[in-house]
């Protein structure tokens, strides 16, 4: 479950550094799977309203707006979402604005209309994954008000809960257990949500009555009507607060229904009580029964799923989900809110049988709190009577008998510090059960703790020795060193990460080579102030090499000799830097002769190895940028760039030796190697949805190069667009010089929506606006 820090601030105070936080989690058994940042902490980008739209005179699928963003003059926006109407409130990202992914804001022309901004939706603004079309913003939002402060940033935290821990599926549940860990004070919650009456308290009459046939399934269970309700748009802050963890938003309603089981951890349901006939019946569903639910499914039943009904039909399946013909619409006026108890076993079952999980059913599988039912039932009308206008639930009814508390559990001091080894003070054992929600007996000879309702897996002794030693901190029991278990090293780190790129290397078609990490007297003038040693052994062996390329080129030479048709070697290994000496760790690559060293039956051409299988064996091991470069030595040469830095280089050299076959090497910095793979590896899930090609096919000057193309490409920031490939290149043969002839070049383009299947006609407008980005930014020429 995904988690606002933000929101956990709300009820109890906060190390500021996250990872403190993360650590005391993890450290106290609750994993934190991920930290993420979320939230718009963004300049020049503001609250507008659209006053005008109109057609674009040159693009069917844009249109051209004005907006007011406060400032006193007007803006024409051009714009491709279609969800919006004239009216609306929206983000605006004015000139200068800077979004997620580095996406950089300005004044253009779009099709030959000026466009002084651009309207924003909540992928863009990175508030939520929805890039369908503009966030519509609150119409109570105020124009020209910085968008970060209806989106403050925030920290998301994606825990992963243990099935025996329901309590914390909430912002509340989590936000107690962090106060119970640090043994800082739990905030006051609305007296809405803690306080209040008793179910006797709540009782009222109102048109619906309840009945519960079905006890062991559903204890208790309980109805509110609202009146006069006005279901619309959720205001800003109550959407931002469930998108931020994941939940879409919908109407006010049921956001206000997501919002306190995010807040509280009670799912509620809100019926449109104008679709219910007659009074509402807990049972069991009939063999064979059809259930239209919410999803737009129907759904097959058996005698063992429990439902929500009236006197004509099922309208909920009990703790899944509701049903499409009682869900809450626009033009619904009154509302009944369910919230209850279901059996975990039975909503378990159900939810299994008909592969049909929910947040709800999430929850209430894992055991809901008894006692938090009807405050979740308080708040959540209070809410919807907050944010739809609503006329105060003054009708209230429920069924059944909520839950007993769970049995007491006795606590011997004596087992406790046997069994953890050490002394913990019995104050200090009290203490802590006690910040966790338990309560003393002092009746009995040995203590008994009352158990709170929200913590039903403490059940033995043991337990409750677990919870003091998760506060106490497990940490501060000594370990007793039964092995020789040394613990990881950075050491064991990089060897683990060499045995990787031995093996990706050798994968590519290389073999590994080892050579002496000193060299001859011949090789020092070159090495340019190589370290010499005071005795060296032979002539050969005189100095410290600063490179690993002299190393290599000697065992390509010996290879040749004995008449090797393709060699491909590298090597990893030391070299010292010159004057200082400091290690340095590094990777060579050699390559000389044949593509494939044996013979093809098939009788296609023998290809010599060049530049390109040199290259793309290193773009093997990360996204690495090459520039072209001169140095003596070198036909070809070209500088390694990683980022910003020059981490190696690589190139043909013009020396051969005896060699029938260019010799191409390349040497650069393991340690940056590490960081690129690292960057590159990461986990994509396999796609459900086709990929649409396109192509483009273009004349450019001599002097455009691959990279500034891909660059033009990439600052379309076209998401439908997934890859680009370069399949074709020659120069036109006209009889000018090298450096006046223009070149050719065709790539292929890869889109693909994760969500949907593309239509052709999504396709063509973005490659139409690729097209028309590369012919005004680079001076393409295209081929039709």
């Known amino acids: 479950m995904k988690f606002s820090v933000n929101w956990l601030r709300e009820f109890v105070e906060l190390s500021p550094r996250i990872?403190?936080?993360?650590?005391?989690?993890?450290?106290?058994?609750?994993?934190?799977?991920?930290?993420?940042?979320?939230?718009?902490?963004f300049d020049h980008v503001v609250v507008a309203q659209i006053t005008e739209s109109k057609p674009h005179p040159n693009a069917d699928r844009l249109t051209v707006c004005v907006v007011d963003d406060g400032s006193g003059t007007k803006r024409q926006i051009v714009c491709g979402a279609k969800n919006y109407r004239v009216g609306d409130k929206v983000p605006l990202a004015l000139p200068g604005a800077e979004l997620t992914g580095g996406l950089k804001i300005g004044a253009s022309k779009l099709r030959g209309v000026e466009s002084e901004g651009m309207l924003c939706s909540a992928k863009e603004l990175g508030v939520a994954e929805d890039a369908a079309g503009l966030l519509i913003l609150s119409p109570e939002a105020k124009i020209g008000t910085p968008i970060r402060e209806l989106f403050p940033p925030d920290t998301i935290l994606d825990v992963e809960i243990t099935p025996n821990r329901g309590d914390l599926l909430s912002h509340f549940g989590l936000a107690r257990e962090i106060a119970a860990l640090t043994a800082n004070k739990l905030r006051d919650v609305a007296a809405a949500v803690t306080g209040g009456r008793t179910a006797a308290d709540d009782s009222g009459s109102y048109n619906h009555g309840v009945k519960i046939s079905a006890l062991s399934e559903c204890p208790f269970y309980s109805a509110r009507r609202i009146e006069n309700v006005r279901v619309g748009p959720s205001p800003d802050w109550l959407r931002a607060k469930i998108e931020s963890v994941g939940i879409r938003s919908i109407n006010n309603v049921v956001d206000v229904s997501n919002f306190v089981m995010l807040e509280l951890?009670?799912?509620?349901?809100?019926?449109?009580?104008?679709?219910?006939?007659?009074?509402?019946?807990?049972?069991?569903?009939?063999?064979?029964?059809?259930?239209?639910?919410?999803?737009?499914?129907?759904?097959?039943?058996?005698?063992?799923?429990?439902?929500?009904?009236?006197?004509?039909?099922a309208v909920g399946i009990a703790g899944v989900m509701g049903g499409e013909e009682s869900g809450v619409t626009e033009s619904t006026k009154d509302v009944l809110l369910e919230s209850a108890y279901f059996s975990p076993a039975s909503i378990r079952r159900t939810a299994r049988d008909l592969n049909l999980p929910s947040d709800a059913s999430y929850r209430f599988e894992r055991g809901v709190d008894p006692q938090m039912i009807l405050p979740a039932s308080r708040r959540a009308a209070n809410l919807i009577c907050e944010v739809a206008g609503a006329k105060p639930p003054a009708t209230f009814g429920v069924a059944g008998k909520l839950p007993p508390d769970p049995p007491d559990v006795s606590l011997s001091y004596a087992r406790l510090d046997r069994l953890l080894g050490i002394q913990i003070e019995p104050a200090t054992a009290d203490a802590i059960l006690t910040r966790f929600g338990l309560s003393k007996s002092d009746s009995a000879s040995r203590p008994l703790w009352k158990i709170p309702s929200y913590r039903r897996d403490l059940?033995?002794?043991?337990?409750?020795?677990?919870?003091?030693?998760?506060?106490?901190?497990?940490?501060?029991?000594?370990?007793?060193?039964?092995?020789?278990?040394?613990?990881?090293?950075e050491a064991d780190d990089n060897f683990d990460f060499e045995t990787k790129l031995r093996r990706d290397l050798i994968a590519l078609g290389l073999t590994e080579a080892r050579t002496s990490s000193l060299i001859a007297r011949s090789e020092v003038a070159r090495a340019n102030g190589a370290i010499e040693l005071r005795n060296p052994l032979s002539e050969d062996h005189v100095a410290l090499r600063t490179s690993l390329i002299a190393g290599l080129l000697g065992a390509v030479a010996r290879n040749i000799r004995a008449g090797a048709e393709r060699i491909a070697l590298f090597e990893i290994g030391n070299t010292f830097a010159p004057r200082t000496g400091e290690q340095q760790r590094r990777l060579a690559i050699a390559l000389c002769g044949q593509v494939a060293s044996a013979k093809d039956w098939r009788g296609a051409k023998k290809r010599q190895l060049d530049f390109f299988d040199l290259k793309g064996a290193l773009n093997a091991l990360g996204a690495f940028e090459f520039r072209p470069s001169k140095q003596a030595g070198f036909v070809l040469m070209a500088e390694i760039f990683y980022e910003t830095e020059q981490i190696g280089y690589a190139g043909q050299l013009s020396v051969t030796t005896s060699a029938t076959a260019p010799i191409l090497v390349a040497e650069i910095d393991l340690a940056h190697i590490a960081q690129a793979k690292e960057d590159a590896e990461r986990f994509k899930e396999m796609d459900r949805y086709p990929e649409v090609t396109r192509d483009i096919a273009m004349f450019v000057g001599p002097k455009v190069t691959h990279a500034e193309i891909l660059r033009a490409i990439a600052a379309a920031n076209e998401p439908l667009l997934e890859k680009v490939e370069l399949f074709d290149l020659f120069m036109e043969n006209d009889g000018k010089k090298a450096?006046?002839?223009?070149?050719?070049?065709?790539?292929?383009?890869?889109y693909r929506d994760k969500n949907r299947t593309l239509t052709s006609e999504e396709v063509s407008a973005v490659h139409a606006r690729i097209r028309e980005r590369l012919r005004n930014e680079i001076g393409a020429e295209l081929r039709e």
């Open 739 to 750: 450096l006046e002839m223009k070149k050719s070049l065709a790539y292929s383009l890869t």
């Open 459 to 489: 059940q033995r002794e043991v337990d409750l020795i677990e919870e003091i030693i998760r506060a106490h901190g497990i940490e501060k029991i000594p370990s007793a060193d039964r092995s020789r278990f040394t613990p990881l090293s």
């Open 19 to 41: 990872d403190a936080l993360a650590e005391l989690l993890t450290m106290s058994g609750i994993e934190i799977e991920a930290i993420e940042k979320h939230g718009t902490d």
């Open 265 to 313: 951890g009670q799912p509620t349901h809100a019926f449109d009580a104008d679709k219910l006939s007659g009074e509402i019946k807990v049972r069991l569903a009939r063999e064979g029964e059809k259930f239209l639910a919410l999803d737009g499914k129907i759904y097959p039943l058996t005698s063992q799923n429990l439902v929500i009904a009236d006197d004509e039909r």
